[in-house]
């Protein structure tokens, strides 16, 4: 299984494709692909054709974004940054390079 250090939840920023400089929060995190998926970037417009239950209708969805393509969006100063681990005792911590401070 592969181990990437985004999470569900976290706020990123968009370093490279038709969105870039926009951030948004990670809604999923696909790992067999190597994709996420985040709040308001990458949006298309997905035409649903009419059944006897629905209307026909044009959706807005988000479609999933690499993860190269994204950057942590550090809290403390609204930078891009990497995250690292550091491992105490008992846990496993995340925390921003740039600032240094806890995610």
Same mark, same amino acid.
């Given at each position: 299984?592969?181990?990437?250090?985004?999470?569900?939840?976290?706020?990123?920023? %968009?370093?490279?494709?038709?969105?870039?400089?926009?951030?948004? =929060? #990670?809604?999923?995190?696909?790992?067999?692909?190597?994709? %996420? $998926?985040? &709040?308001?970037?990458?949006?298309?417009?997905?035409?649903?054709?009419?059944?006897? =239950? +629905?209307?026909? !209708? #044009?959706? =807005?969805? =988000?479609?999933?974004?690499?993860?190269?393509?994204?950057?942590?969006?550090?809290?403390? +100063?609204? !930078?891009?940054? &990497?995250?690292?681990?550091?491992?105490?005792?008992?846990?496993?911590?995340? #925390?921003?390079?740039?600032?240094?401070? $806890?995610?």
């Amino acid at each position: 299984m592969k181990k990437f250090k985004l999470k569900k939840g976290d706020n990123v920023i %968009v370093i490279s494709g038709k969105d870039k400089g926009k951030s948004g =929060e #990670i809604i999923d995190v696909l790992k067999n692909i190597d994709k %996420v $998926k985040i &709040r308001g970037i990458n949006i298309v417009k997905k035409h649903r054709k009419p059944t006897q =239950e +629905n209307p026909g !209708k #044009i959706d =807005e969805i =988000e479609l999933p974004i690499h993860i190269s393509n994204v950057a942590f969006l550090d809290p403390k +100063n609204s !930078k891009p940054s &990497r995250i690292k681990y550091q491992i105490n005792k008992d846990e496993k911590i995340r #925390i921003s390079v740039s600032s240094g401070s $806890k995610v």
